[in-house]
């Protein structure tokens, strides 16, 4: 042992400059001292919102349980160490976890198991644990309702869509599917001239309207039929057929409603000009009377508003007759060939016309509202027995008495030549 210190002594030259080399040593231990105590001293630093990791949530699931409310939960953590080692530290270092098997249905208070890098210690975390709520998975039937949005096309009006479901399963905590009322599904009905069929979205909704959120449903879609009809107002027009009693005349015919809107497909609506009643026979009647008519349309077509028969009204009175004297020279001649003339003009003949219509205008008419003539047409001259005729009237009856008379057709006289 005394070879070896002696042969160190001497390698190292300890013997020379001793005090030298002790001070250099004892200068190096403490310069390392101070740059570990003051260049990288120990310090503790927080770590805020730290994620906890939840475990044996599908076992949670299995057991007929599901978390309600918060899901999301974070810690903040102090830990202590050398600086830089602390420094090296980031939240995704250190592990958080919270176990929530083994909890019952309700509030629960569940600890956490954390671990922190082992270059550093743990001082500290809060929470020490986290609250949950669980609740039991219930599954229940609830009504599916199909809803229209936006507004239709002026002329156009839709029925109640129809879905192809009735009821659908929804699935979740018990709590939340407690509140679900219904099931809706929306249809946006702005812009159609025609039926539709189409998949619906569906989405749960409590008695307030409001989505419920955390809530599975047994199917997403559904097939809806939307029925979409133009509508329009037409005339009703009673369809009378027959002819009143001899002498007799309708007067006036109304109807109540005067109109009818009806719904249909926009091609059927298109054919339509009119709707008509049944017919409504008024063969050898003498007095007015009002009746009760159902409204005549096809099976395409259907009323939007109103159902069962309509009210006519059908007036009938009786004709008063009055005859007129008509001066032949007040005849109108037609078709005379040029160069013909006719003594029509010098016969001093009274035509006799009767003429049957209601009293108030019977009483008005005169023989300036008569107009006759004669049609000419390839006669030449000589003495011809030719029919009278009448211009169109809407008289009630009307009837030449006399209805012909005897003309002659000469040559015309030159100018200047007097017969």
């Known amino acids: 042992m005394s070879k070896f210190l002696k042969g160190f002594w001497n390698y190292t030259n300890f013997s020379n400059n001793t005090t030298l080399k002790i001070v250099s040593v004892v200068f190096s231990i403490m310069f390392w001292f101070y740059v570990m105590g003051d260049i990288n001293p120990e310090l503790t630093s927080a770590i805020e919102n730290v994620d906890v990791e939840l475990l044996n949530t599908e076992e949670l699931a299995q057991s007929g349980l599901v978390m309600i409310g918060q899901k999301d939960y974070t810690v903040n953590v102090e830990i202590r160490g050398r600086r830089n080692d602390v420094y090296m530290v980031a939240s995704e270092d250190v592990k ?168 249909g497909d926009a091609k059927d609506i298109e054919l339509v000009e009119n709707i008509k009643t049944e017919a409504i026979d008024i063969t050898g009647l003498a007095e007015s009377f009002e009746v009760d008519v159902p409204v005549i349309m096809s099976n395409s077509l259907l009323p939007s508003y109103m159902s069962g028969p309509v009210k006519v009204n059908v007036q009938i009175q009786q004709l008063k007759t009055k005859e007129l004297k008509i001066s032949s020279d007040s005849i109108v001649i037609e078709n005379l060939e040029n160069g013909l003339a006719t003594n029509l003009p010098e016969k001093d003949t009274d035509i006799i016309v009767r003429i049957s219509d209601l009293e108030s205008l019977i009483d008005n008419v005169n023989t300036s509202e008569v107009n006759l003539y004669v049609d000419l047409q390839g006669l030449g001259k000589g003495i011809h027995e030719v029919e009278i005729f009448s211009e169109e009237n809407e008289y009630a009856g009307f009837e030449i008495i006399t209805p012909s008379i005897e003309i002659e057709i000469s040559e015309e006289p030159e100018n200047g030549d007097e017969e």
């Not at 009821?167 to 159609?192: M, Q, R, T, Y």
């Not at 879609?221 to 509508?231: A, D, E, Q, S």
Request: negative net charge; without cysteine; aromatic residues 6%.
């Open 96 to 263: 958080i976890s919270a176990d929530v098997m083994g909890f019952k249905a309700g509030k629960n208070s569940v600890p956490l198991d954390i671990s922190v890098p082992s270059s550093v210690n743990l001082v500290n975390f809060t929470p020490k644990q986290i609250k949950i709520e669980l609740d039991r998975v219930v599954q229940k039937q609830k009504s599916v309702e199909i809803i229209r949005s936006n507004t239709h096309i002026e002329g156009f009006m839709t029925e109640s869509p129809k879905a192809e479901i009735e009821e659908v399963l929804v699935a979740g905590p018990e709590s939340l599917v407690n509140d679900v009322e219904k099931v809706i599904g929306e249809i946006d009905v702005g812009g159609l001239t025609e039926s539709v069929s189409q998949n619906v979205p569906l989405r749960a909704i409590d008695e307030e309207g409001n989505e419920v959120a955390g809530v599975s449903l047994g199917q997403r879609y559904t097939k809806v039929y939307l029925p979409v009809y133009r509508f329009e107002s037409f005339e009703i027009v009673p369809d009378i057929i027959g002819e009143v009693e001899n002498n007799y005349k309708v007067v006036s015919v109304s109807v109540v409603p005067e109109s009818i809107q009806i719904q």
